[in-house]
């Protein structure tokens, strides 16, 4: 094998673990897809928190979301795809974690976005 076909080979097995990988958080037999550990620790109201936790994401009914748009809607976020936008990811967050939403108004830039990642990929993912 050259050395071309070696590297063609390395991408595919590389592409294929990161899949495997993927399926088996989601699963639930790796870490977690729904837990966001942090590489630096957040101190909030005298206590530390090293990771955010959002498997609550899986007891939240319509009515949660329908509360979330509702409170979003008097407070003048009238976008037509509340869904998609970090205010409501953290407005997700704040319900399931029990976290006020002042913690999650103070995190950093990369991981709001991370819990608007995880949040869009819990509300869009299919099954």
């Known amino acids: ?4 076909e070696r590297e063609s080979t390395e ?10 990988k993927e399926t088996e958080a989601m699963e639930g037999s790796v870490e977690n897809l729904w837990v966001i550990e942090l590489k630096n620790p957040i101190r909030f109201e005298g206590q530390t ?20 748009n509702r409170r979003m ?40 976005m991370a819990v608007r990642g995880r949040v869009i990929n819990f509300l869009f993912r299919q099954g």
Do not use: C, W
């Open 73 to 112: 809607s008097r407070n003048g976020n009238i976008d037509q795809t509340q869904e998609v936008t970090l205010e409501y990811a953290l407005n997700m967050a704040n319900l399931v974690t029990g976290l006020p939403l002042e913690f999650f108004d103070q995190l950093p830039p990369n991981v709001a």
């Open 49 to 68: 928190y090293n990771k955010i936790d959002l498997n609550g994401l899986h007891e939240i009914k319509a009515a949660d979301m329908i509360a979330i």
């Open 1 to 4: 094998m050259d050395r071309s």
């Open 11 to 20: 991408v595919v097995v590389k592409d294929t673990e990161v899949a495997v």
